[in-house]
Nanobody
Framework: QVQLVESGGGLVQAGGSLRLSCAASGRTVSTHHMGWFRQAPGKGREFVAAIDWSTGSTVYADSVKGRFTISRDDAKNTVYLQMNSLKPEDTAGYYC??????????????????WGQGTQVIVSS
């Protein structure tokens, strides 16, 4: 059974940083695509970042490009999201996701078959 557990969320002032972690069990992060999504109150879940398991290439939403970095530690079977220069509009629940197959459809939430429970990030102005 696949389990993804996020941690590292919290309250931070605008301009600050947080690092989210996603610990995986029942699935190996080095052989599955891994991604981060977020959902603000009253809004749909949106793509944030993803990493291709086979090439290691990373992709980002335009809104976070240059501020967020996704990475993985194969030895710990964990994926991270380093978030710098945080803005109030980054406030949301952040969710880790995993999938096999094509990487190109990474923006489509329905293509990801395993999800964590989420961790809350609140950025104060």
């Amino acid at each position: 059974q696949v389990q993804l557990v996020e941690s590292g969320g919290g309250l931070v002032q605008a301009g600050g940083s947080l690092r989210l972690s996603c610990a995986a069990s029942g699935r190996t992060v080095s052989t599955h695509h891994m991604g981060w999504f977020r959902q603000a109150p009253g809004k749909g879940r949106e793509f944030v970042a993803a990493i291709d398991w086979s090439t290691g290439s990373t992709v980002y939403a335009d809104s976070v490009k240059g501020r967020f970095t996704i990475s993985r530690d194969d030895a710990k079977n964990t994926v991270y999201l380093q978030m710098n220069s945080l803005k109030p509009e980054d406030t949301a629940g952040y969710y880790c996701a995993s999938k096999a197959g094509y990487f190109a459809d990474y923006k489509e939430t329905r293509r990801w078959d395993a999800w964590g429970q989420g961790t809350q990030v609140i950025v104060s102005s």
